[in-house]
């Protein structure tokens, strides 16, 4: 079976026919999964080119799944002055909404006001806000009094509080969203592969890279892949690709961590979430209603490493518990945390950038960068620039690749899943217009429609249909990505865990060995998202 072939087999069912031929010459390779690969991959394949995406391991499986959950134009990036920045990600913000309706929220923040100047400076700048969004501003910021802050936010603390400010930005689910990404691009022709690394570069006699060799990591078999340009957008491992083109070359990423904390809904009382604009290292902080829960963050830590599964630290786990507890009645505790995470961000840090400047203050616009052998690489940015982050990254390779000019068309891209009305009382909401599918899945099986866990909504048929329908091979990819209780509740998705895996191999054609090595590797793993003994 020719190479191509045996890769199809990790694709989508809409793989089509064209890409049998191991010989072919792809217009784009993208190397890495995450928001900005399967971003390009969606604008190059709708604009008609050849395309394939390689991820070493699972779609968002680092830092585009360990988010805030928010999309925004960056408020303190407003108070930094950096107003293209803002303007940029407050149109992006709106064209996310309207392509992804399902996804995409509207969402109401509250600053809650201590202080007599604060009312009148956070309406001004926030009104600043509403008008850079212009037409695609999700609501009007206006000033609230004590009574009607206490209404939306019941837990919030009231000693001294004067009133607050409320403002509108966007709140989503980034793996999720990821996963629609990853399904639009197949629809157009791409084809997306996960537990595929790249291992080498190729070049011709002049230096010009001409491919990528690369290896199943689930059935440890290589292969070679040709291309006109490769991408490189594996986010906080850019420089690894980088130095395989270049070795010795510097690094070009700063990794800097994010650790969230999830609590129950009742630490805020309502829907409505709360942002804290001046933490004690100069940041601001959020308490998102999400799925059920409140996921409070983030911190901003300089790391020195970049891997996979980063670990919270005990100080930034106590930062967000002793932040949040200041501003709520009802003040969380370690023991109150169902699920903690941490994510890397791939920050651009300026070349000179080596006197430790504090990470809250590097861009988050992103950069590109061309190698003397044609490797493209795109670093910085964040979720809600993804879609105009993968427009200039197409621009640039389809000119590197010498290929045939072809409009950008992803502003005005439905997404797959695109429906507009969605009822978010409970998780089926993600799927938008599969969440039929998967209710023709539950009558086809009375098993696929047993609960998964007691305490949530999750069924059989979403396992069945991750699999089927959303290249889920491995129990965290179900748990962490697909399903989100990882995230949500570790107790309860270590719970699951045997369940689930019986589910998968059953789909997967695996044995009994395999559901225990697959239950035992994701527990060991979710423990570290508990932050008390099990």
């Known amino acids: ?55 070493q391991s699972d779609f968002t499986k680092s830092t585009s799944s360990r ?26 913000r709106g064209l996310m ?7 995409v929220k509207d969402q109401r923040f509250i600053i809650g006001n201590y202080r007599w100047w604060e009312k ?79 291992t080498g570069l190729t070049k011709d006699e002049t230096g010009k890279i001409t491919g990528v060799d690369a290896c199943d990591m689930l059935e440890n078999r290589s292969f070679h892949l040709k291309a006109k340009v490769v991408i490189n957008a594996t986010g906080i491992f850019v420089d690894k690709l980088m130095q395989i ?18 609590v129950d809904k009742s630490f805020l009382g309502g829907n409505t979430a709360i942002m804290i604009p ?54 969380p505790r370690r023991e109150d945390v169902l699920s903690v995470f941490a994510g890397l961000r791939p920050l651009a840090a300026p070349r000179n950038n080596s006197d430790g400047k504090k990470t809250k203050e590097i861009s988050r616009s992103h950069k590109i960068i061309v190698s003397e052998g044609g490797l493209l690489t795109v670093t910085g940015g964040k979720w809600t620039t993804y879609r105009r982050m993968s427009e200039d990254v197409v621009n640039r390779a389809a000119r590197i690749a010498g290929l045939p000019p ?36 539950q009558r086809e099986n009375a098993a696929w429609r047993e609960k998964l866990h007691p305490q949530y909504d999750y069924t059989g048929a979403e396992v069945v249909w991750a699999v089927r329908e959303e290249m889920a091979f491995t129990l965290e990819d179900v748990l962490a990505r697909r399903l989100r209780l990882l995230f949500l509740d570790a107790r309860a998705a270590i719970e699951t865990a045997p369940g689930v895996a019986s589910l998968m191999a059953n789909e997967l054609g695996e044995d009994a060995a395999w559901e225990k090595t697959q239950a035992d590797t994701f527990v060991a793993m979710a423990k570290e998202y508990c932050l008390s003994a099990l």
């Open 245 to 262: 083109d270049v070795p010795k070359k510097g690094n070009l990423v700063r990794p800097s961590q994010g650790v969230h904390l999830v």
């Open 278 to 331: 001046k933490t004690s290292d100069g940041r601001v902080l959020f308490g998102v209603p999400w799925h059920g829960k409140v996921v409070l963050g983030t911190t901003d830590t300089p790391m020195n490493e970049c891997v996979l599964e980063p670990r919270a630290l005990d100080e930034e786990i106590d930062f967000i518990l002793r932040t949040a507890g200041a501003y709520l009645v009802k003040q």
């Open 1 to 55: 079976m020719c190479e191509i072939l045996h890769i199809l087999k990790y694709c989508m069912k809409r793989i089509t026919v064209q890409l049998k031929d191991s010989s072919i010459e792809w217009d784009m390779i993208i190397v890495g999964g995450g928001a900005t690969g399967l971003g390009t991959a969606v604008d190059a394949a709708s604009r008609g080119y050849k395309v394939a995406l390689l991820e």
């Open 120 to 198: 009148p400076f956070y309406t001004l700048g926030l009104t600043l806000y509403d008008i850079l969004a212009a037409k695609r501003a999700f609501g009007r910021s206006l000033p609230l009094s004590r009574k009607q802050v206490m209404a939306e936010i019941p837990q919030i603390k009231t000693q001294g509080l004067k009133g607050g400010v409320v403002y509108h930005d966007g709140q989503f689910d980034d793996s999720r969203m990821a996963i629609n990404l990853a399904q639009t691009a197949t629809e157009y022709g791409a084809v997306c592969v996960n537990y595929v690394k790249v």
């Open 97 to 103: 909404k309207a392509n992804a309706p399902h996804l």
């Open 406 to 441: 072809a409009k950008c068309v992803t502003r005005q891209l439905h997404l797959h899943g695109y429906k507009k009305a969605v009822n978010r009382a409970s998780f089926g909401y993600v799927y938008g217009s599969d969440y039929e599918k998967i209710l023709l899945l």
């Open 67 to 92: 988010s805030t959950k928010l999309v925004h134009g960056g408020v303190r990036y407003l108070a930094q002055g950096d107003v293209g920045l803002v303007v940029d990600a407050l149109q992006e």
